[in-house]
């Protein structure tokens, strides 16, 4: 059981403290448990603790047994992880499959380069032992070291940072379950399988040729995981900003009732005015000013020649005059009205907005501006839009980084107003300079854009 001069039995542990490694890689950044550092070390000791009394016997030397002990380890560590992370199980098996891929990957290169220099043991399938046991060499712990560092390295650089970015995994259990039996397969049982097999005289080009299989395999793992998740990811996006339009629609019907029953208000209300002014009483004259003042916001709204866009301008005016806002417009609205009045809303609604947004917090009154212009020119409509901003927003994928803490709806405001764009064939457009916030968008106009949009 305790089979101390055995290489299958040390390199158990070894295997064990490389998974942890890759592990740790992974998940770092995902929920953790309360107590997580106490409970992170209690863990590793009791992976070590069991790798250690995993039995190795005479009869162990087999592609059964093997796969059923490495099977039976891996499994002790994704017990671990869900001990220490606060994580649901399917975020927790995603993450372990890439630590193990990862793992293989870094053995795989590690003998590759072993049996390139003759350096391996025979061929046995515990390369990485070299480093610890067997013939010692400076050279071969460097490139143990070499290997294990640069493929950990490399795929947590360039593609477990998917991981860190997301707030949760979001993977179907059906998808992840079926690609997780293949990995495995393919890590443990094909390559304990091979390692078992008779083998060739010639036997370093059997084994550079399974090495680099391997590798290729499970690079193909790796990168077919994350397809998966990059798919869940753009269909969770696509439902969030199909959402957003959804509301936009919404917030649209409301908001010309509203108009149009304050704008029927504000003229009466102007008719009762002039009706004081004609009557025989005293009525203070600086109340009536300030109340025609008032209703003047509406009434003196400017007219787009978009049912739509007139809609938006009124619904921003109270808020500016408010806050002390100037926002200017200047649009040829017309020309909009091949678009549907649901993505016109959505277009202008989320960039006034985001104008008017962001110079409600400037200090300084004269800098509380907001300018509209949408012009044509040929075939092409252009919509710019420009705000005074304090501080330069942080870019991502051409676009601001929203910097509210709601996740759930902002962000996805500007890549509703691209998906827009693009739906029409343009495209839009965003940038800082001096101190100014430019956002342009270009849509091109069809052939036959005379009849108003649904």
Known sequence: ??????????????????????????????????KFALRAVLCILGCEVISFLCPVFDFSYNAVYTSFMFLLLFAVTLCAMKVCYD?????????????????????????????????????????????????????????????????????????????????????????????AA?????????????????????????????????????????????SMLGKRIAETELAEVQGLWDRDRKLYEMSKENVELINVKCHDLKKQIRALRTASGEVDKDALREI?????????????????????LAEKSLYCEKHGIKLTCIADGEKLNFMSKPDIYSLFENAISNAVEAVSGIADPDRRIARLKVTC???????????????????????????????RWHGYGMRSMRLIAEKYGGGLSASVEDGMFYLDVVLPLPDHSGNEGD
Not at 201 to 222: E, H, R, T
Not at 380 to 400: K, M, Q, R, T, Y
Request: aromatic share 16%; charged share 15%.
């Open 87 to 179: 994580e649901p199980w399917v975020n927790i098996i995603f993450c372990g499959i890439i630590a193990y891929t990862t793992q293989h990957i870094a053995y795989e290169f590690e003998n590759f380069f072993l049996t390139v220099f003759d350096l391996g043991n025979s061929g046995m399938a515990y390369g990485s032992l070299d480093a610890v046991t067997g013939e010692f060499s400076l050279f071969t712990v460097l490139v143990y070291a070499g290997s294990y560092f640069f493929v950990y390295w490399f795929i947590w650089a360039f593609v477990e940072h998917r991981i860190r970015q997301r707030e949760s995994l979001r993977i179907e259990y059906s998808y992840l379950f079926v690609f």
């Open 292 to 312: 025609e003042q008032a209703v003047n916001i509406y009434d003196g709204a400017v007219k787009t020649g978009s049912d739509v866009l007139d809609v938006i």
């Open 182 to 226: 293949v990995i495995v397969a393919v890590d443990i049982v094909l390559s304990i399988v091979v390692t078992y097999l008779p083998r060739p005289a010639d036997i370093k080009p059997f084994l550079l040729v399974i090495s680099i299989y391997n590798i290729l395999s499970c690079s193909l793992a790796i990168g077919m995981q994350f």
């Open 1 to 34: 059981m305790f089979a101390f001069s055995s290489p299958l039995y040390w390199y158990k542990m070894v295997f064990m403290a490389e998974l942890l490694v890759a592990e740790g890689l992974a998940t770092y950044t995902l929920k953790k448990r309360p």
């Open 377 to 407: 020119s040929g075939r092409l409509i252009s919509v710019h839009i420009e705000n005074c901003c304090d501080a330069a927003p942080e870019f991502e994928d051409g676009l601001p980084k929203t910097t509210k803490g709601d996740e």
